[in-house]
């Protein structure tokens, strides 16, 4: 099992490098040509959405991605520090913003959801991660 943990400050700019190195590690792993533009665009959008989390909260820390390939899967984790509560659980007085916020947040993960058959979005009081997999495709082995 081949691991590469990219970390990058939380800025917009740094989201296309994340989403290059993505695709290239999901190649090289053996995703199929076909589910890579998909890889590209929800990890763009996962990153997005980190960043995000990151700077309306006020967090310095970096932004994690983990790439993971495994037999018969590729994976990515994109992982960050913003601290969550649960559904529905709005601070007092918390209105506008938080609304418009929270309506972002849902449409990105609608749209990585569109993207990504696997996927498994978790948040909690020190941060969240959201996990999608693709199968590897084997490499054909030609007889002579």
């Known amino acids: 099992m081949a691991t590469v943990e990219l970390r990058f400050s939380a800025l917009p700019e740094h989201v296309r ?7 290239a590690v999901a190649r090289r792993a053996g995703v199929d040509e076909a589910v ?13 959405r980190a960043v995000g989390l990151h700077q309306s909260s ?15 899967q590729f994976s990515i984790e994109v992982g960050d520090e913003a601290p969550r509560s649960a559904p529905g659980d709005n601070a007092p007085g918390a209105g506008g913003d938080a609304d418009v916020d929270a309506e972002e947040d849902e449409m990105g993960l609608a749209v990585i959801s569109g993207l990504v058959d696997d996927v498994e979005v978790t948040a909690g009081e020190n941060g969240g991660s959201i996990r999608m997999s693709w199968p590897i495709t084997p490499p054909v082995t030609l007889l002579p």
Do not use: H, M, N, Q
Not at 17 to 23: M, P, Q
Not at 58 to 67: A, K, N, Q, Y
């Open 36 to 48: 890579l533009d998909e890889v590209r665009l929800a990890v763009g959008e996962a990153c997005s």
């Open 17 to 23: 490098t994340a989403r290059l190195v993505a695709a």
């Open 58 to 72: 006020g967090i310095s820390d970096p932004v994690r991605v983990t790439l993971i390939e495994e037999e018969k």
